[in-house]
């Protein structure tokens, strides 16, 4: 089974030590699924201080991270055929799941990671994509990669036990994912819905379907845009178009139609 090649420049490499204590990445990393590779960028720094940052052109608070040595970590860096930079800025596009799913098809991310004010305006040559991790700002990159590399680990086969966990999962299909209920049946007099534990494989299927909807509208109704249509039977007459199915069709934020079943 091919490697995933994950190359980060970072002035922390310290913080990447909890990616070995989060369950199915550290169980990747241990079978050899993902390479990671910490580029500490210290070592790329100048003169004897190392100096990796300065005080920014014109003024201003904070310190700027040079482009020099991200340049040279970069350069340092084995490319492999499919490979892509990803530069880590509260600026980027804001990170989604389906980027997961589209970067799980190359072999290698090459993250690099700011700190302090930022980086020097000239680093962003450097990347092919900008990404930021949600619309706040962080004291540093490094949260924002071990993100990425978790939710892209997790997409690679042989990584998670059950693959059929990622079928119905929240933002793959747009629609958030149904409720989950374990052991115990009453927990502190809240009962697991009957449909649960009736059986009915075709019935649980429609329950869960038809709960996932309803999650996305009441709490995420921006995934789903606003052309809901309904098309009722024409006997029920609330709708001109003469389409005979009954059905409802749904538009969904990206792009998708899914035409519910129930
Ligand atoms: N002054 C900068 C923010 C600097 S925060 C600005 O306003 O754009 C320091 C570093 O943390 C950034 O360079 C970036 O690498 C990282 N960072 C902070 N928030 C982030 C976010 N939401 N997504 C991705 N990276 C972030």
Redesign the pocket.
Same mark, same amino acid.
């Given at each position: 089974m091919s490697q995933f090649n994950f190359d980060v420049i970072t002035l922390f490499p310290k913080a990447f030590e909890l990616i070995n204590n989060l369950g199915v990445i550290t169980r990747a990393l241990e079978k050899n699924r993902i390479n990671l590779r910490l580029h500490d960028l210290r070592e790329y720094g100048e003169g004897s201080y190392r100096q990796v940052d300065d005080k920014p052109y014109g003024g201003g608070s904070?310190m700027v991270?040079k482009p020099e040595p991200i340049y040279k970590a970069h350069e340092s860096i084995k490319k492999f055929p499919k490979s892509k930079t990803l530069?880590?800025?509260?600026?980027?596009k804001v990170?989604k799941q389906k980027d997961f799913l589209r970067w799980s098809a190359l072999d290698q991310l090459i993250i690099?990671?700011?700190?302090?004010?930022?980086?020097d305006e000239r680093v962003r040559y450097l990347a092919d994509e900008e !990404?930021?991790? @949600?619309?706040? !700002?962080?004291? @540093?990159?490094e949260i924002?990669a071990i993100s990425i590399i978790n939710g892209l680990t997790r997409l690679l086969p042989g990584t998670l036990g059950d693959p059929r966990s990622l079928i119905d999962e929240s933002h793959n299909s747009s629609l958030l994912e149904y409720p989950h209920y374990t052991r115990p049946m009453i927990f502190q007099e809240m009962k697991v819905p009957d449909i649960l534990v009736s059986g009915n494989h075709e019935e649980i299927r429609l329950w869960r379907k038809k709960k996932m909807l309803e999650r996305t509208i009441d709490r995420r109704n921006d995934l789903i845009s606003n052309e809901v249509y309904k098309k009722l039977s024409k006997n029920k007459n609330l709708h001109e178009d003469d389409d005979e199915d009954e059905m409802l069709r749904i538009r969904l934020g990206n792009e998708c139609e899914i035409y519910p079943d129930w």
């Open positions: 904070g991270l530069l880590m800025t509260p600026q980027g990170l690099i990671c700011g700190q302090y004010e930022g980086f !990404v930021s991790l @949600g619309d706040y !700002v962080l004291s @540093g990159g924002p």
